[in-house]
């Protein structure tokens, strides 16, 4: 599932000449902790809560602040687990989604980002998730499927994206069995490019870490 895919128009967008005031009362009012900031569409970043709570001068234009914005974004293209990552950066209930030319496509809240992962976990039946990189050419549905069948698991579902800018491909397993480790470990060894995996792993990993970010936003 790409980013844009993702989108919330319902959360605003500051403008430079919005006041302090204003941008604290739609981070209360949408329960964000941070909004973005735009000028003719083009994204400047975002602007935290914890630095609007700093300002003395609630009637301060929001341009004064510039040196505090936080430029992180993800691209309408992308892969959703990259917004995983960028919230993580961020430190942020809310990710930033722009287009080849920076302008602001909307916003993605680390809730839908929580059920989507839901949904590509698979929640509801038993199962990991492993997310590999590659080139295209390297692509072969019968060796990852070797590798997976040879752990004694089956492949549910498989997803593949591409990314617009690298061209490299994407590939998404959901698989029938939670302790994947050994799995991780089989593409390892052959020398396949894991990039997130979701499982009941005592080992760490990127998307481990980030998960649990977003879990503590909510609270759960």
Excluded: W
């Excluded at 319902?10 to 902790?33: C, W």
């Excluded at 900031?37 to 935290?48: H, P």
């Excluded at 993800?74 to 961020?90: G, I, K, P, Y």
């Excluded at 470990?185 to 649990?212: K, L, Q």
């Amino acid at each position: 599932m790409l980013t844009i895919e993702l989108i919330n128009n319902n959360i605003p967008r500051l403008q430079l000449k919005d006041s302090v005031s204003k941008a604290l009362r739609l981070v209360s009012d949408f329960r964000v902790t941070h909004l973005p900031v735009v000028e003719d569409d083009k994204f400047l970043g975002l602007i935290s809560e914890e630095d609007l709570l700093d300002q003395e001068e609630s009637k301060m234009p929001i341009e004064l602040m510039q040196e505090t914005f936080v430029h992180v974004s993800v691209r309408d293209n992308e892969h959703f687990l990259n917004a995983v990552t960028c919230s993580n950066q961020a430190d942020s209930n809310v990710v930033a989604v722009v287009n080849e030319e920076n302008e602001l496509m909307g916003m993605i809240t680390t809730n839908d980002l929580l059920k989507t992962i839901g949904n590509f976990a698979g929640t509801n039946e038993i199962g990991g998730i492993i997310v590999l990189e590659m080139e295209r050419s390297q692509f072969a549905i019968s060796e990852i499927s070797r590798i997976v069948e040879s752990n004694d698991a089956s492949i549910l579902h498989l997803n593949t994206t591409v990314h617009a800018e690298t061209g490299m491909l994407t590939v998404t397993i959901h698989i029938n069995k939670k302790e994947i480790s050994a799995i991780v470990a089989t593409f390892e060894r052959y020398e396949f490019d894991v990039i997130y995996y979701f499982g009941n792993e005592n080992f760490e990993n990127e998307i481990h870490s980030n998960y649990r970010h977003l879990m503590n936003y909510l609270d759960i």
